[in-house]
């Protein structure tokens, strides 16, 4: 009995949590300089709420084994808080990227080295944060619904992962995709996987590694200058 409602509280908390820090990041990220910060936020925040939904349908016995109306709807709530707070993160860098292109970069002032650390860091994390969000979907429907394998957040990653990078399938992963093939909601789901990663992929990721080149390269610039000017006197 304990089990059934800490899984309830757990499902609960996981649909809850983004809207709430959502709104906090909502307030916050006024601050232009902290908006990259803040999309980052957004993104963990569904992943958390996601893990949490997973875990609350995967301790709830009676949801896996007489629940998948109830598993549906959580899927379909899933899918939708997923995909308001992607565009809104859209949204939300597209305007973080006007301003940063109009005005000085905030970054330049903590050093080049620490500069060019931390937008790697962030291009590695845009990187596997949609794969991370769409994994725990298809983990959920893989437990709601009437599935002989379910595969575990690890395989659920993987399985995401290839998909985004066209890695081959084998196994389990070829016979879920099959499933996928076979299920519109699913299809749906993969498309909306892919052009979510794309998006991220030119948009966000683009931009980051095109700032990266200019700080290097500007770097460079400086190097030389400062070499002509000691050879000069």
């Known amino acids: 009995m304990l089990e059934l409602i800490f899984s309830i509280v757990l499902i609960v908390i996981g649909l809850v949590l983004p809207f709430l820090l959502f709104l906090v990041g909502k307030h916050f990220s006024s601050y232009k300089e902290e908006v990259l910060i803040w999309t980052l ?8 709420g996601l893990y949490l939904i997973s875990k609350g349908v995967l301790l709830n016995y009676w949801l896996i084994q007489n629940g998948q109306l109830i598993g549906y ?67 959920i429907w893989a437990i709601t619904s009437d599935q002989e394998y379910i595969m ?57 590694a095109a700032n990266l080149g200019y700080l290097i390269s500007s770097e460079k610039n400086s190097i030389q200058n400062r070499k002509r000017i000691r050879n000069q006197k």
């Open 152 to 208: 575990d957040t690890f395989d659920a990653f993987f399985y995401t992962f290839s998909i985004n990078f066209s890695l081959p399938l084998t196994g389990v992963f070829v016979t879920f995709q099959h499933q996928v093939n076979s299920t519109g909601l699913l299809r749906t789901i993969q498309i909306s996987q892919i052009i979510t990663s794309k998006i991220i992929e030119f948009g966000v990721i683009g931009y980051i």
């Open 73 to 139: 709807i959580i899927f379909l709530l899933s899918i939708l808080q997923i995909t308001l707070l992607i565009i809104y993160i859209i949204y939300l860098f597209s305007r973080w990227a006007i301003s940063f292109i109009k005005n000085p970069n905030p970054w330049s002032k903590i050093g080049l080295q620490a500069n060019v650390t931390l937008q790697i860091m962030f291009l590695i994390l845009f990187l596997i944060m949609p794969s991370m969000m769409f994994s725990l979907l298809y983990n």
């Open 41 to 48: 936020f957004y993104l963990v925040s569904a992943v958390i």
